[in-house]
């Protein structure tokens, strides 16, 4: 298993911030499904504020740039992406691994 963490910082205001929570707890069942499809085990968002931390568990031979860009080609994914950019201050447009940044494990107990 592999794992990625990222970091994201929502817009200031509290409104929109509630409305990407309410979004989260009703998350589309194509985006949960195209994460599957991709090699994506589980992915969890945590929260301090506005600042937010995913980690993402993948299979083993999930390649980072390959994969997201695949999960980015399968259906409602893009309108997912484009819903959610409005809360995260950014275009549209924009990808997950360009909203999304992806952070330097420095520390691990078990090693």
Known sequence: MKR???TLQLVANSEMVEQYLEAHRH?????IAGQREVGILSMQIFRHD???FMIMDTVD???FQRDMQRLSKLPRQAEWEAY???FQGCQASATSA???Q???KIF????
Do not use: G, H, T
């Open 50 to 52: 506005r600042q937010l």
């Open 108 to 111: 691990d107990s078990d090693n």
């Open 61 to 63: 031979d999930f390649d």
């Open 102 to 104: 992806l952070m330097e």
């Open 4 to 6: 990625f963490c990222q």
């Open 98 to 100: 360009e909203k999304w």
């Open 84 to 86: 959610v950019a409005q």
């Open 27 to 31: 998350v589309w069942p194509e985006i």
